[in-house]
């Protein structure tokens, strides 16, 4: 849990510092960032969602039909999360994309740009640490798959050793 905390202060403390620091960042500099963050995020859904179609076809199906759903374990949780969170990463810099170039607009704000610069620079760096984690998090699904044929193996060598194999039945 201190980890957490700890991971959680630092992120606040780089999103704030790179907030300040990001005032002199032309927004310009910045949207091709937002446009690698926005296709990292769309990567990241599709591959995920490719994962999850691939593990669970029948919950998918289930859903799709309205039929009765069965429970999946948690693994389906840990596994549809990434995707929630490329969803929201995705439609922020949707977002970010539209309105940016409308606040261009207002005198206001271009006469505080630079608090504008900050802001924006600072929504980036908060998104680029959130979408790092969920490129983390999307590790989960390999990561059970390898866990789950490992113990099959493991069940398969410790069943062989226990059972005499056919060329001994036949020798007796």
Not at 18 to 35: D, M, S
Not at 41 to 46: E, K, T, V
Not at 84 to 92: C, E, G, M, N, P
Not at 137 to 159: C, N, T, Y
């Amino acid at each position: 849990m201190k980890l957490k905390v700890v991971i959680g202060i630092a992120c606040v403390a780089v999103v704030l510092f790179a907030g300040i620091l990001g005032r002199n960042v032309a927004f310009a500099l910045q949207w091709p960032l937002f446009e690698a963050l926005r296709t990292t995020a769309s990567i990241i859904f599709a591959v995920v969602g490719a994962w999850f179609a691939i593990i669970y076809p029948e919950r998918l199906k289930k859903s799709f039909r309205g039929g009765a759903t069965d429970n999946n374990g948690p693994g389906i949780h840990r596994l549809f999360t990434p995707i929630v969170h490329s969803t929201a990463i995705l439609a922020t810099v949707l977002i970010v994309g539209v309105v940016a170039p409308l606040l261009k607009q207002f005198d206001w704000i271009l006469s505080h740009k630079d608090i504008f610069r900050g802001i924006s620079y600072g929504l980036l760096v908060f998104l680029t640490l959130w979408q790092l984690a969920t490129v983390l998090f999307s590790l989960i699904g390999p990561d059970m798959i390898k866990r789950h044929v490992s113990r099959q193996d493991r069940a398969e060598e410790a069943a062989k050793a226990v059972m005499p194999s056919r060329k001994d039945d036949s020798s007796q």
